[in-house]
């Protein structure tokens, strides 16, 4: 079902079901579908970005794209990104969605098949103290400063957590080094007030929070073990789209001294003051 075919708004009315766009065709997510041989399906082979909506309006979208362009080419799909689509057919799925009545998540994928998919999600919930748990994880060289859509090891972590009694997981190498949370960046704050974050040497994601927290505080990139985290650490945040900068009160049994602390507190309105400059200009 087109969008400009009719049907569809007074169809979404009465069912209040999120929207996809498949290859620019817009209908209802649950009927949109893609072929059981797409190596997106059966490898997790393709990219994806998660975009925040506020009253319609996508935040950085140009900057997600960015970030998926450098996605493709490093999977070698260059070929089947088209950018200027994405934008296009963002705009209108996000006007049959509701244009400024909705807010949440706009989820663009492209499947090695070579599918344009754009999909409107609610904004997942999230408690406003985050308890972490870590796991052992290593993250695959190869796929270095890739979003791609193989999140198996990524999600799987986060049900190990919850297993655990947590609300999230926190990524930790086998020699104890911190990365970050599955779908997250990590930050804490040391006793004399200073802001860290591992350096993308370590193979973290190049978020695109944390690039904006970097460049509106004082913040140190460096390595750090989680034993040393549990000795220094007095503050500690999570950064992401969805969660923007989401307090965290303990990671495994250690219960951090300010949750939130000041500089978590300062983080968040920096943060809220860059996101409604971002959405002013769009």
């Known amino acids: 079902m087109q ?5 569809l708004g007074s169809w979404y009315q009465t069912r209040m079901s999120e929207l996809a766009c498949l ?23 393709g990219a994806f970005e998660v975009v925040r909506v506020y009253d319609g309006v996508p935040l950085a979208l140009g900057e997600h794209l960015d970030r998926m362009e450098r996605s493709v080419a490093g999977l070698r799909l260059e070929g089947l990104f ?3 689509r994405y934008e296009h057919e963002a705009d209108e799925l996000l006007t049959a969605r509701g244009g400024r009545a909705f807010s949440g998540c706009l989820r663009l994928v492209l499947t090695r098949g070579g599918r344009r998919i754009l999909i409107t999600e609610r904004l997942p919930s999230a408690p406003a103290l985050a308890r972490l748990a870590t796991v052992t994880f ?15 090891a990524n999600m799987l972590c986060g049900r190990i957590a919850h297993e655990r009694g947590c609300d999230e997981a926190l990524l930790v190498t086998p020699h104890g080094r911190v990365l970050e949370a ?4 990590f930050f804490w704050v040391e006793g004399g007030g200073a802001l860290c974050t591992p350096p993308l040497d370590d193979h973290v994601l190049d978020s695109i929070t944390r690039r904006h ?6 913040v140190a990139e460096r390595s750090v073990a989680v034993d040393e985290l ?5 503050e500690a945040f999570l950064a992401s789209t969805t969660r923007e900068v989401q307090p965290v009160a303990a990671i495994d049994d250690f219960e951090l001294p ?21 959405l002013r200009r769009a």
């Open 258 to 278: 300010a949750a939130p602390g000041e500089v978590t507190r300062a983080a968040a309105d920096a943060f809220a003051r860059r996101r409604d400059e971002l």
């Open 82 to 84: 088209h950018r200027e």
């Open 23 to 45: 290859d620019g065709v817009v209908a209802p997510a649950a009927e949109t579908v893609v072929a059981v041989t797409d190596e997106g399906l059966l490898r997790g082979d």
């Open 230 to 234: 549990r000795d220094k650490a007095r």
């Open 138 to 152: 290593a993250p695959p060289r190869v796929l270095d400063g890739v979003k791609s859509l193989s999140y198996a």
């Open 3 to 7: 969008r400009g075919s009719g049907g």
């Open 182 to 185: 599955p779908t997250s960046s």
């Open 213 to 218: 927290l970097l460049e509106l505080l004082d």
